[in-house]
């Protein structure tokens, strides 16, 4: 008993684990663990147990989240931002820690390479669509953000374009913000062997070849001008309404219970509440009672 | 042994199901009991144990579909049409049924009220941006056959308008089939006893008012005429290649276990591979060891 409740104190600190995990000042990318587990001393199995012991508070949240936007009476809504280097776990994300909550609530946008309809505008227009409304927990799998990822890596625009993207984006979530998103961005973080060795298991499962790309290797000898474009981005638009985590991955079970922790942080912040009848309820009783009697 | 495999046996038979289901000649919504079970003769714990059963069966079939859509190597895609009265359970669908499957590949969408820009354009023209692209499996709540259901007994369009919907819904099904979708369409049937209940319990909790409105009662009064509506969309409806089931959902175990086995039938027929490699497997083998031993 004594040890139940203190492995749920060490293991159960979101609120603590929003700070650890949030880009400050003076953050360093290259100088930050991909296999750590910060806030939570536990083992695998404990963090499984863990994230399907928040698995039931979130789908609770998340309900009276949904019932707020449905009836109206609360602007609020969560948009969850997912980036991270290809085999960070970003799909495991949302089927294990989104997959949790009832899909009607869920709005969810993977971005893939930019049409040349999406490529004509600019690179927000694709984007603004997708940003959920009240009651909603929307999530990007991938983003706004490889427009200074990708892009930058590979000169796809000028510099002095994509130079400006970074205030750009600042406006835009100040703007989501304003209206009542509140704003979940995490950064998958894993070493360039972690990644090798996850494409290694892909070309040794038939039943994972489709995730498997040639392109997938080409890139990886990019990783030193990625983790640059990931360290300006994690710091130039790691603001107060919109702050990003970088999230320790190597250890995929922890991810997931970090991930599960934010998102049950910001809905615990949130805290919405059932909506009021808008109705008179004892007049209502009373005509569905005659309604029954007569039935 | 023997017992558990009787069991089995006698809960799980969806392909039978189907047949059981099905709007065909001389079907009669009026004579369809909506309390009964049919085909499956087991208690409501047998019922809940075959349901999560079916999830992870679901889950890893709905996988192999997204792979072969984000492959480019198969076509198919699952839509799932709901439909029913108020209270019926359609959102318990989505969420114990639809839910269990990685929300990257379900589409969901709840058709309400049109807007005035809705109503501005031709009744499908809301829904065709909605349906699953290839490898996906689409979800309405509620759908196009709402314009020959609450629009035909309100008389919210003249009656020749939607008298030659069902024509156009028809053709725009077979369109859907032809290239690749399979339709799964289902009638929530409840009985109006079992409305008047489910919407007496919502007034006696808080945590329900939000899902409740006069207008309830108000269209139970419609109750009769929504049945004829009913009738005709489901037997004007029900063709080959989109067939109507109605799923008694009174006992809502039963209906969500009822739909998850239709689901289970049509994603076993369609029998979704994983993709071959679309690379050297070999080549891309060594190239990989090659990364590792320099690592």
Redesign the interface.
């Known amino acids: 008993m004594a040890k139940k409740a203190k492995n749920q104190q060490r293991t159960h600190d979101p609120a603590h684990l929003s700070e650890l995990l949030r880009v400050g000042e003076g953050f360093d990318l290259a100088a930050t663990d991909s296999s750590g587990t910060p806030g939570f001393s536990g083992s695998k199995a404990e963090g499984e147990a863990a994230l399907e012991a928040g698995a039931d508070a979130l789908s609770q949240l998340q309900e009276r989240l949904f019932?707020g936007g449905?009836?109206g009476t609360s602007a609020d809504r969560v948009l969850l931002i997912i980036q991270g280097m290809d085999t960070s776990g970003k799909?495991g994300i949302?089927?294990h820690v989104?997959?949790a909550v009832?899909?009607?609530g869920?709005r969810?946008t993977?971005f893939k390479a930019p049409t040349p309809e999406e490529l004509a505008h600019d690179f927000l227009w694709r984007v603004r669509p997708q940003v959920p409304g009240p009651g909603l927990i929307g999530?990007f799998?991938r983003s706004h953000y490889e427009d200074v990822l990708i892009v930058r890596v590979h000169d796809l625009v000028p510099a002095d374009e994509w130079e400006a993207r970074y205030d750009t984006i600042n406006a835009f979530e100040a703007e989501l913000a304003a209206q009542g998103t509140a704003i979940v961005k995490v950064m998958l973080h894993i070493s360039?062997?972690e990644q090798?060795?996850r494409?290694?298991k892909r070309?040794?499962r038939?039943?994972k070849?489709?995730k498997?790309?040639?392109a997938d290797?080409d890139e990886?000898a990019y990783w030193d001008s990625y983790q640059e474009a990931y360290q300006a981005a994690l710091t130039r638009c790691s603001t107060a309404v919109a702050p990003w985590h970088v999230v320790p991955a190597d250890r995929k079970w922890y991810a997931r219970w970090a991930v599960q922790s934010l998102l049950l942080n910001t809905l615990t912040t949130l805290d919405p509440q059932?909506?009021?009848?808008?109705?008179d309820?004892e007049a209502?009783?009373a005509?569905?009672k005659a309604?029954?009697t007569a039935?």
């Open positions: 019932a449905f009836s799909g949302v089927r989104v997959g009832d899909p009607q869920v969810h993977a999530v799998d360039p062997d090798l060795r494409l290694e070309l040794y038939p039943d070849y489709w498997y790309s040639t290797l990886h059932w909506p009021a009848a808008k109705f309820v209502e009783r005509r569905l309604l029954l039935g």
